[in-house]
């Protein structure tokens, strides 16, 4: 069973900047894709941004150019720097990694 271990969320103002970061510990595999999800009250859980092995990245549409995934491999983590938020980021966000999920982590964006 693989634990992952979720930090970084919160609550900020519009306009500013979250770093969420997701890790392993212990877990002795790699992962290939890593993944940030989000889930806003009465809508269905979202892929936000994945980033694969080799680091190759998609976001999508709404967090292009503000989101930005990267990973360190020596680690097993995850994070996700998230700019410039708007009300409309708010939601649990969830890293998954290779078929496990994250606890989830509350980021909440005042206007």
């Known amino acids: 069973q693989v634990r992952l271990v979720e930090s970084g969320g919160g609550l900020v103002q519009a306009g500013g900047s979250l770093r969420l970061s997701c890790a392993a510990p212990?877990?002795?595999?790699?992962?290939?894709?890593m993944a940030w999800y989000r889930q806003a009250p009465g809508k269905q859980r979202e892929l936000v941004a994945l980033?694969?092995?080799?680091?190759?990245?998609d976001y999508t549409d709404s967090a292009k150019g503000r989101f930005f995934i990267s990973r360190d491999n020596a680690k097993n983590t995850v994070y996700l720097q998230m700019n410039s938020l708007k009300p409309e980021d708010t939601a649990v966000y969830y890293c998954?990694?290779?078929?496990?999920w994250g606890q989830g982590t509350q980021v909440t964006v005042s206007s």
């Open positions: 998954f990694l290779s078929g496990h």
């Open positions: 980033i694969g092995r080799a680091g190759n990245t």
């Open positions: 212990g877990s002795t595999g790699s992962f290939n894709t």
